[in-house]
C-alpha cells in the first residue's frame, strides 16, 4: 500500500504542477479570469483546511476526556466501566487520524498493537485492552493508563503545531479507508475486545468528514465523482448499521464471512473514486 501510497501523491502533485504551468499566449482577459479563479479556489481550500483543523482538535479533546475516564476505570478497578468506555474512546483517535498519526513517535504509544513493537516497549490502548478483556484484570495496568493519559495530552498540545494542507486531507481520507480495507478487516485491530467495528465506523466518519468539506469545490470540478463518492458513502454506512447494537455495534466475531466480504469490497468500491478527488479538485 505504500508503494501505491507514493503513486497517488505523485500523481496527485503532478496534476496540480501541470494544472499550474499551463499558460497559453492569449489575450490578457482570460489569463486575469484564470488568476481570479485560483485565487478564489485558494481561498476556499484554506477555509477546508480551517474547518477541518478544528473538527480534529474537537475530536482529539474528546479523546483526551474519555481517555481520562478510562483510565480513571482501569486504575479503580472498574473493569466493566472500562470495557465500555474503551471502544467509545478509541473512536475519537480513529477519526482523527490523518493528524493524529502525523506524530509517528505518539502513534505507537497510544494505538500500537501486540507485535507492532518490542514486548518491552509495548503500552497504549492495546495493552490495557489485553489486560480488560483476555486476563480480565486491572491489576498491573494502572502504570500503563498513567503512562497512555499523558501520552493522549501530549497529543494534544502538539497538534498545535500540524498545518493541515489540502494535500494531507485527501491522502488522510483515503488512508483512513485503506487502514480498514487491508489491515482492520482481518480483526487484528481488537484482537481481544472485538470491538473493530467501532473503528470501522470511525474510520469511515473521518473520511467522509472530509469529503463534505471538499464537497463544494468537487462538485464544481466534476460533479459526477462526487455523487458517486456520496453514494458510497451511503452504502457503507447501511452496512455498518446493519451490524448496530443499540448505540453500538455486535463483536467482530458474530459477523460472517460473507459480511466481512461484503463490507471490505464496499470500502474498496468507495476508496477507488474516493482517491481521484485531489486529482479533480487541484484541477485549473
Partial sequence: MKIWKAAFVTLLSSSLLFGCSQS??????????????STQQSKELAQVTKEYRGYAIGEIDELVKDTEAFTNAVKSGDIEKAKQIYPLA????????????????????????????????????????????????????????????????????????????????????????????????TGEEDRYSHTDLYDFAANVQGAEKIYE???????????????????????????LNQHKKGDGYVPYTELTSAQVKELSQAIDALAEPLSKMGIVVGES
Fill in 90 to 185: 478509541r473512536m475519537h483517535y480513529e477519526r482523527s487520524e490523518p493528524i493524529a498519526e502525523v506524530f509517528g513517535d505518539l502513534d505507537p504509544e497510544i494505538d500500537a498493537r501486540e507485535g507492532d513493537v518490542p514486548a518491552s516497549e509495548w503500552r497504549g490502548y492495546h495493552r490495557i485492552e489485553k489486560g480488560l478483556w483476555k486476563e480480565n484484570t486491572t491489576v498491573g495496568y494502572e502504570q500503563y493508563a498513567d503512562q497512555l493519559l499523558k501520552d493522549v495530552k501530549l497529543l494534544r498540545a502538539k497538534v498545535e503545531t500540524v498545518k493541515v494542507t489540502p494535500d494531507l486531507l485527501i491522502t488522510g481520507a483515503v488512508d483512513l479507508l485503506n487502514e480498514v480495507s487491508t489491515s482492520k478487516v
Fill in 24 to 37: 497559453s499566449k492569449t489575450d490578457s482577459e482570460p489569463k486575469k479570469t484564470d488568476k481570479s479563479a
Fill in 213 to 239: 468539506l471538499l464537497k463544494p469545490a468537487l462538485e464544481k470540478k466534476d460533479k459526477n465523482i462526487s455523487e458517486e463518492i456520496g453514494s458510497h458513502f451511503d452504502q457503507v454506512n447501511q452496512l
